[in-house]
């Protein structure tokens, strides 16, 4: 999957994952939708993700816009995140708040595309989806 110019707001997930780098997303031969898009395609894990149901319960889209952000489960989510991959899903959520969609995916975009060939690199296993290079990180 090449690097699309435009990424839609469905693509960041409630918690401030950003799925177009997601490993799921990546692997499907037909990829979904992201978080906020139809369940078309998606793992069960996605959609039954707890975090996305409490968002839903609270009449929000994001957790970014909870009065209790981050919440316990933000927190525990982050700490793998920030420990696995390097990567604050606070400081995205944070940046979409103030920035907006555009400004974070032109960032994500400059971070996640292979630069052998302008692929996605997965944030989860760090691997180009169409050359397969791995990055370092």
């Known amino acids: 999957m090449k690097m699309p110019d435009k990424i839609g707001s469905q693509m960041f997930a409630p918690c401030g994952i ?7 997303h990546l692997r499907e031969k037909k990829p979904c939708n992201g ?32 009065g209790e952000f981050p919440c316990r489960q933000i927190k525990n989510l982050e700490k793998s995140y920030v420990k696995r991959y390097k990567t604050s899903i606070v400081e995205n959520s944070i940046m979409v708040r103030e920035n907006g969609f555009d400004a974070f995916f032109s960032r994500e975009r400059l971070i996640w595309t292979c ?23």
């Open 115 to 137: 630069k052998e060939c302008g692929g996605v690199l997965s944030l989860h296993d760090a691997e180009c989806s169409e050359c397969h290079d791995m990055i370092r990180r």
């Open 18 to 24: 950003d799925c177009m780098v997601c490993y799921v």
């Open 35 to 66: 978080c906020l898009g139809s369940d078309e395609n998606k793992t069960e894990r996605c959609r039954r993700c707890a975090i996305k149901e409490c968002a839903k319960e609270k009449g929000i889209t994001y957790c970014m816009k909870c």
